[in-house]
């Protein structure tokens, strides 16, 4: 796959998990694919990526299901 960023081949796609939102209004995406380019370091998102995104935020309450996930807070010692 060629880089959008730096237009050489050998770009791939990665799949993540990605968070939106705090608190009571956490958004959690599975499986979000970002290409990533090894020659420039680069990571990006997609148009069609980012309009799925959006299309999910939108529709939350039919395309989500609610799991339990365990939260730590960074404290510096």
């Known amino acids: 796959m060629i880089c959008d960023i730096c237009g050489k ?7 993540v998990t990605r968070s939106y ?7 959690i995406i599975e499986n979000v694919p970002v290409v ?4 420039c370091g680069e990571s990006y ?3 069609n990526t980012l309009h799925e ?11 989500t299901k609610i ?11």
């Open 9 to 15: 081949n050998g770009a791939e796609i990665r799949y």
């Open 21 to 27: 939102g705090k608190s009571a209004n956490l958004l």
């Open 36 to 39: 990533s380019c090894p020659n």
């Open 45 to 47: 998102l997609t148009a």
């Open 53 to 63: 995104i959006e299309r999910i935020k939108v529709h939350r309450k039919n395309l």
């Open 67 to 77: 799991k339990s996930v365990a939260v730590a807070e960074f404290v510096e010692a």
